[in-house]
């Protein structure tokens, strides 16, 4: 790099800190890698970066949201259910629906993840829909989750390696 280019300074902030200038009105986006394979395939551990913004709208069914439960522990799962000022969330790749929690635990919501340097919208009429959907797969998913524990549990037995 030579003397005349720009210097790009890349500030980091916590959850916490991006939550309290949230509280006072400040509405910026924090791009945040997750940490876990419960949104998988939509987003990959540590390699598909999601864009959160403050809510500055009321939930819907399939939004993606980035809640506190527990205090301290950060989680982005779909909204799948929404019942008098209650949310509950499911991961994609889950089985199990979250307990409900108040809406007030959630922080904000998903626009878009990244994906090889492609945005994949999150906050769209057709990401929605495809939530919705995939939700309502869940029974089936959750067939296909028990045949493969069973089939794997069964390889393992007979000496089968992965």
Known sequence: MNKDSPVVERRQMSIAQWRALADDGVMIPM???????????LIRRGRDPVTIVPLSRPLRRGDVVLFECPPGRYVV?????????????????SWNPDPWIPGKQVLGQALQAE????????????????????????PLRRVYFKLRHWCGAALRKMGWRR
């Open 31 to 41: 791009r945040i890698p997750l940490e876990g394979d419960s949104m998988r395939p």
């Open 77 to 93: 799962h779909r909204v799948y259910r929404l019942r008098d000022g209650y949310v509950q969330t499911l991961g994609d790749n």
């Open 115 to 138: 994906r090889n340097g492609h945005r994949i919208p999150l906050d769209s009429p057709a990401a929605r829909a495809f939530g919705r959907l995939w939700m309502a797969l869940l």
